[in-house]
C-alpha cells in the first residue's frame, strides 16, 4: 500500500491578490499520482471529481493516451463528468469534438444489454465515455476506468473484478467515493489496502483538510465574493448543521456503524499458545527511594536470574523485533519481542510487564533486552509522555535505523492497526501469551471514530492493578517495527576484474 499524505498543512496562507492555482492542492496530489489503482475516500462536495476530469481531459487529449470510461451510478453524473471534460478541454486549448449522446453495448451473459453513455471525441483518436449507469461488464474494453461515488455501486466487487483486467494492457482504476456505512464493500476496500492485502494507492480527503487547503476561498472566487476567515468560519458551520448527525460519514471520512469492539475474542484466542510466557516484574514505592546503584544491582540480579536465562534460550539464527507501551506508575510497562520464523510469521518468545518501575532501571532493562536478543532489526517505542526520554535512550544507543520513537496518533492508528489485525487473521503473528490479562488489553481496541483505538477508560487486571490496553499498543508497535524497520543488513559483493585475452587486444 502506498499512503498519500492525507493533508498539506501551509504556512499562514497568503492574503495576496493573486490568480491562483487551478487545482487546490489535494486535486494535485490526486492528479499527479500515476498508480495503476488508486483510491481515494473523500468528503462530499470538495470537487475531486472536476479535478478527475481536468487529469481525463488531457490523457484523451495526448497521443500517447487512452480511453477513459466514467462509471457514475445514475445519468445526472454521467452529464456532470462529460461537461467537466469538456471545460477542461475548452479550457487548455484542445481539440475535441462536442459531446454526442449514445449507447454502448455491453455483453450481458448470451445478451446485451445497451447503457446509455455522453462521448467526446479528440483529435488523438482518444475519447471519454460517461456512462449512466453501471455496466454488467467490461469486456472488450481498454484504458482507464473510473467509478465514481463507489460505496453506492451495487455489486462494486464485481465491477471493480471487470476493471482490474484492464490493467493487463496498461489500464488504469480509479476508484472515488464518501462512506456508506462500516460493512460497505468500500469501506473493506480500504481496509484490505491499509492492511497491505491490496497494492493500491490511497487518499483520504476530509472536509476540513479542503477548506485548510482552499475550498472555501475557491468557492468565493467563482462566487465573486470577499473571502475573511469570519465568513469561512459561518460557511463551515452551515454545512455541518446541513449534514447534522451523518456529518461524520459525510465530512469526515468515518462510515456509520464504526463503534464496538474490534478484535473479537475467538480471533485473539485462536492465535494464543499456553507455553509463551509473561514475565511480570513490580517494585513497590519505597524502592524507588533506594539509591540508584542499590537498585542497579538488585536489577541486574533479577536480569542476571530471570531473563537473561530466555535470552539464552533463543534461537540465534533468528532475527528480532520489539515494541514497547511504557508507563511509570498506574498504568504498566510492556515490552513485546517478536522472532520472526523461517515461514516469515512472528512469535514472541515472551512477553515482559513492568510496574512501579523507575525510569533509571527501565532503561537498564530495556538495554539488557535489546543486546540479548539475536539479529534485533527493528525497535519501535511509545515516545508520548514519560516514554519519550526512553526512546531517545535507546535511539542513541541502538541507532536511529534500528529504533524509532513513536508518537501514537488517530492517523498512525488508522494506518497501522489494519496490517496488526491482517497478521493476526492470516496467521503471520501467532503463539500470543494465553494470558487473561494479554486478552483484555487487544479486546479494548474499539473503533472510535472508524479509527481502532484504546479508550481512555482503564481495566483492573488479575493483580488488582490498573491496565489500559498496555499490551495491545505494545503488540502493535512490535509488529510496525517488523514491517517498517526491517531493513537489515546491506551485503555488497563484486566480481573480479574483466581481463581481456591477448589474442583479441586491438579488435
Excluded at 462530499?44 to 471529481?49: T, Y
Excluded at 448527525?245 to 492465535?271: M, T
Excluded at 500470543?432 to 481512555?456: N, S, W, Y
Excluded at 493483580?463 to 537489515?488: M, P, Q, W
Aim: glycine share 8%; with cysteine; charged share 25%.
Amino acid at each position: 500500500m502506498r499512503q498519500q499524505p492525507e493533508s498539506t498543512s501551509p504556512a499562514k496562507r497568503s492574503t495576496e491578490d493573486r490568480t491562483p492555482m487551478a487545482l487546490l492542492p489535494y486535486q494535485q496530489r490526486w492528479c499527479a499520482d500515476t498508480s495503476p489503482v488508486k483510491l481515494c475516500e473523500k468528503s462530499r462536495r470538495i470537487g475531486l471529481s472536476w479535478g478527475e476530469a481536468a487529469d481525463t481531459a488531457l490523457l484523451a487529449a495526448s497521443a500517447n493516451g487512452m480511453d477513459s470510461w466514467y462509471i457514475g451510478y445514475n445519468k445526472d453524473m454521467a452529464i456532470e463528468f462529460i461537461r467537466d471534460c469538456a471545460n477542461w478541454a475548452k479550457f487548455y486549448g484542445l481539440a475535441a469534438g462536442e459531446i454526442e449522446e449514445t449507447e454502448e453495448v455491453f455483453a450481458e451473459g448470451d445478451e446485451q444489454k445497451s447503457v446509455l453513455a455522453f462521448v467526446i471525441r479528440f483529435a488523438s483518436g482518444w475519447r471519454v465515455t460517461a456512462l449512466s449507469s453501471r455496466p454488467s461488464n467490461l469486456r472488450g474494453k481498454q484504458g482507464r476506468v473510473i467509478i465514481d461515488e463507489a460505496a453506492f455501486h451495487e455489486q462494486l466487487g464485481e465491477l471493480l473484478k471487470a476493471a482490474m483486467a484492464l490493467l493487463m494492457w496498461g489500464g488504469q482504476v480509479h476508484i472515488i467515493s464518501t462512506h456508506d456505512g462500516v460493512d460497505n464493500p468500500f469501506n473493506e476496500l480500504i481496509t484490505d489496502i491499509r492492511a497491505g492485502k491490496k497494492p493500491y494507492s490511497i487518499h483520504r480527503i476530509t472536509f476540513d483538510e479542503a477548506v485548510e487547503q482552499g475550498l472555501y476561498r475557491r468557492i468565493c472566487l467563482r462566487r465573486g465574493l470577499e473571502w475573511t476567515a469570519a465568513g469561512e468560519a459561518d460557511w463551515c458551520k452551515e454545512i455541518r448543521d446541513f449534514y447534522g448527525e451523518d456529518a461524520s460519514e459525510e465530512l469526515d471520512c468515518i462510515p456509520k456503524n464504526g463503534g464496538g469492539k474490534w478484535l473479537n475474542r475467538a480471533l485473539i484466542e485462536s492465535r494464543m499458545n499456553p507455553y509463551t510466557p509473561v514475565i511480570r516484574y513490580d517494585q513497590n514505592d519505597d524502592f524507588g527511594l533506594l539509591p540508584e546503584p542499590r537498585r542497579a544491582a538488585e536489577v541486574a540480579d533479577w536480569l542476571a536470574d530471570i531473563l537473561q536465562p530466555l535470552l539464552d534460550g533463543l534461537d540465534k539464527t533468528r532475527t528480532s523485533f520489539v515494541g514497547e507501551d511504557f508507563a511509570r506508575s498506574g498504568d504498566r510497562t510492556v515490552i513485546v519481542p517478536l522472532l520472526q520464523q523461517p515461514n516469515l510469521a512472528l512469535k514472541p518468545p515472551f512477553v515482559l510487564e513492568l510496574g512501579n518501575m523507575p525510569f533509571a532501571q527501565q532503561e537498564q532493562i530495556m538495554k539488557h533486552l535489546l543486546h540479548g536478543l539475536p539479529n534485533l532489526r527493528g525497535v519501535a517505542l511509545d515516545a508520548r509522555g514519560n516514554g519519550q526520554s526512553i526512546a531517545e535512550a535507546m535511539r542513541d544507543e541502538f541507532g536511529a535505523e534500528v529504533c524509532e520513537a513513536v508518537m501514537l496518533s488517530e492517523n498512525w492508528y488508522r494506518t497501522h492497526t489494519a496490517p496488526f489485525k491482517a497478521a493476526l487473521e492470516d496467521g503471520t503473528l501467532t503463539d500470543l501469551p494465553r494470558d487473561e490479562d494479554i486478552l483484555t488489553d487487544l479486546r479494548a481496541f474499539e473503533l472510535v471514530k472508524g479509527v481502532p483505538r484504546i479508550p481512555d477508560t482503564r481495566t483492573k487486571g488479575a493483580d488488582g492493578k490498573k491496565r489500559h490496553g498496555d499490551a495491545a499498543i505494545a503488540f502493535v508497535l512490535a509488529h510496525y517495527a517488523s514491517r517498517e524497520l526491517n531493513t537489515g543488513p546491506v551485503r555488497v559483493a563484486s566480481r573480479k576484474i574483466r581481463r581481456r585475452s591477448p589474442l583479441t587486444r586491438g579488435y
